[in-house]
């Protein structure tokens, strides 16, 4: 099984309740702050390293323990992880993830803020360490529940294989925006030739378009299906919410666990074509519930600045014979 601890900048919390999980903290004690120090990438991760899912040790059952930094995108980054497991087919019974942010205190939160970010280490360090020591038990009885859970899992033996035959091969292509309610779902109607790439379409044809102002903000970071372009690419739209960069990198860093190649995954950040109506407009309708006056402006500007949404698909659909890279170029 896989075990992945997730936090927001994936160096105290996870980190500790890996080490917990492992054994390589007690738990019958608050250990030293020299303890916590040793521990693998405890107050050692920077920016670079979000998204990242790092590998901690194997426990004594062989279930392999991860840890993750996913900043604000908890359920968003849930909510992505399990939509790409659908895609690929991957069983997720074998899959654990846990939350520890919910056992961060202030100190933490202080300590982490000014280690990791104001780079004031030696101080930050310290405010950190103190706080995991105060939440020290929060974690142990938090890493038990998860041991508890694993131990029933394995021990049915229905179980289904990880993954099917032939998701390794899958190609995809993710549009991504915001919210995946505007330019993602005009870039992939274009990839698949549901919209005109001769003349701007008419308002009506646009609000028609699967998903076209529907998503809703707890949907953000739900995968949703478009269909299969002519050289077998599955075409999906997503939202990442203020993970535009995170999400891209999460979702191959997942796949990867599995087997899967990122040259299988090609990210299109659809939102680079997006005027202000387009943003102004989805603000409005998704996030105010100003729904009439807030889709008429995304239109409006969809159609101001349709040009840049062909030539920009035309250009993803130029690359993809080759190479699939994880991230769409500049």
């Excluded at 920077?46 to 279930?63: A, F, P, T, V």
């Excluded at 915001?178 to 109607?189: C, D, K, P, R, T």
Aim: hydrophobic share 40%.
């Amino acid at each position: 099984m896989k075990v992945l601890y997730h936090c927001y900048g994936g160096s105290h919390s996870s980190v500790t309740a890996a080490a917990i999980h492992l054994g390589l903290l007690p738990r019958d004690r608050v250990p030293k702050e020299e303890e916590l120090k040793r521990v693998p990438f405890f107050d050692r991760t920077g920016r670079k390293s979000e998204g990242e899912i790092r590998l901690m040790g194997e426990d004594g059952h062989g279930n392999q323990v991860y840890v993750l930094g996913r900043k604000d995108l908890g359920p968003v980054a849930i909510r992505c992880l399990m939509g790409v497991a659908r895609i690929f087919g991957i069983d997720t019974s074998n899959l654990f993830l846990v939350d520890t942010l919910p056992v961060v205190n202030l100190k933490m939160r202080v300590g982490g803020f000014t280690s990791r970010v104001l780079r004031l280490v030696s101080p930050g360090r310290a405010w950190v360490s103190r706080g995991t020591q105060q939440a020290y038990y929060h974690l142990v009885r938090l890493v038990e529940e998860v041991e508890r859970k694993t131990k029933i899992r394995a021990e049915d033996e229905n179980t289904a294989p990880t993954i099917p035959p032939g998701a390794r091969e899958k190609k995809v292509v993710f549009y991504h925006c915001f919210g995946s309610a505007h330019s993602s779902v005009v870039s992939a109607a274009l990839h698949l030739g549901l919209l005109p790439r001769d003349r701007v379409p008419r308002a009506g044809e646009i609000c028609r378009l699967p998903y076209y102002d529907r998503v809703d903000n707890d949907e953000i970071g739900t995968p949703f299906p478009f269909g299969t372009d002519e050289k077998g690419y599955e075409v999906y739209i997503i939202g990442t919410g203020e993970g535009k960069k995170l999400i891209p990198k999460l979702i191959a860093e997942f796949l990867s666990l599995y087997g899967i190649p990122a040259s299988n995954l090609y990210f299109v950040d659809a939102l680079r074509n997006a005027n202000w109506q387009v943003r102004v407009g989805g603000f409005l309708s998704r996030r105010v519930g100003l729904v009439v006056p807030g889709r008429y402006l995304t239109v409006v500007g969809i159609r101001r600045n349709y040009p840049a949404f062909v030539e920009a698909v035309e250009g993803v659909k130029d690359r993809l014979p080759g190479r699939a890279p994880v991230v769409d170029p500049p």
